[in-house]
């Protein structure tokens, strides 16, 4: 793998624990009703979607709470909900948190996205989500990944989000693997030829490269555990197509159709060429179509802002929210 398509896979791979990880993951149906918080905390929304199901949080007891409002959670490729876990800690007394965990990822049986696209459909799955449960104008905060599905989101539905804040991942990232001037068609081979190459190295082999990248991913060393578990317990085509499709995603054209501010939050690429003033720049350009943009480069942290510098990333959400 190149440099460039290194760096470009290690803000796609995606999978963190807050703290206090759970020592087992639920996975019970996505299909279950939500009836009450469970031993866990959270309940399983009632919705049917091959593509992913939901954890609710809501105040323990909601006839004494004021609900602020309902925010959406989309972790990033091969995590898990509980990489939301400290800020679902610190919303959930006033918010009604919705924490998207996608079929196939971390343990979760691959359902519809075991073949095929996996961002879009579960964004268009999001929509009718939003719709059935009667969100009004729901806050989406979306990581890697989640900030692709978030911008599809807010992108193809305008009517459905209330705001939207990206974390660390900019419209297309096909650019960093074709440079200036790539188009979706244009990187397409490579894009291929990567996901070949992943589909058929040896298990081992994938495994090893996939936590190669977690790891680098995570400045903070005791935060690792989850996120390799994640990684290891996610279904490797999934995962695979997966990457494949956010690198011939080109959502720049469509940045204009979005109505909902937009924040966006992102740390200095993994690479001493790459400074930070260069990734100021590229960030800047890819947000060019959305010029009313908020972006916010955050220091001392890699891909995982919210594992990295937690205090600083609550802030920021909290002040997104307000």
């Not at 959930?92 to 359902?111: I, M, N, S, T």
């Not at 990457?243 to 204009?256: G, K, M, W």
């Not at 590229?282 to 010029?291: E, G, S, T």
């Amino acid at each position: 793998m190149t440099r460039i398509a290194a760096i470009a896979a290690a803000l796609l791979l995606a999978a963190a624990p807050a703290a206090g990880w759970a020592q087992e993951h639920d996975h019970g149906s996505h299909g279950q009703a939500a009836h009450g918080q469970a031993a866990h905390g959270h309940a399983h929304a009632d919705f049917e979607s091959g593509r992913f199901h939901v954890r609710v949080d809501s105040p323990a007891s909601p006839q004494n709470s004021t609900v602020l409002g309902d925010v959406i959670l989309i972790p990033g490729l091969s995590s898990s909900p509980e990489v939301w876990d400290a800020l679902t800690d610190r919303l959930k007394d006033r918010y009604r948190v919705h924490r998207l965990h996608v079929q196939g990822f971390a343990g979760a049986p691959a359902e519809d996205n075991a073949s095929g696209p996996v961002a879009a459909p579960v964004a268009e799955d999001l929509a009718r989500y939003i719709r059935e449960q009667n969100l009004n104008k729901p806050a989406v905060i979306g990581h890697s990944m989640g900030g692709t599905i978030g911008l599809m989101l807010a992108a193809r539905h305008p009517d459905s989000v209330g705001k939207l804040m990206v974390v660390d991942m900019v419209p297309f990232m096909g650019a960093m693997f074709g440079g200036p001037g790539a188009t979706a068609q244009s990187v397409t081979p490579v894009a291929d030829q990567i996901h070949a190459g992943m589909m058929s190295a040896p298990e081992e082999a994938y495994r090893q490269q996939a936590e190669a990248s977690v790891t680098g991913m995570i400045a903070t060393e005791s935060r690792r555990a989850g996120p390799l578990r994640d990684t290891a317990t996610s279904d490797r085509a999934t995962s695979t197509n997966a990457f494949r499709e956010l690198v011939v995603t080109d959502l720049t054209a469509e940045l204009a159709n979005i109505t909902a501010p937009v924040e966006v939050l992102y740390v200095k690429f993994n690479d001493p060429r790459m400074t930070a003033e260069i990734t100021d720049g590229i960030y800047r350009a890819a947000y060019a179509r959305l010029p009313g943009a908020q972006l916010k480069r955050i220091d001392d942290s890699a891909h995982f802002i919210m594992l990295d510098q937690p205090e600083r990333f609550e802030a920021e959400v909290e002040a997104f929210l307000r």
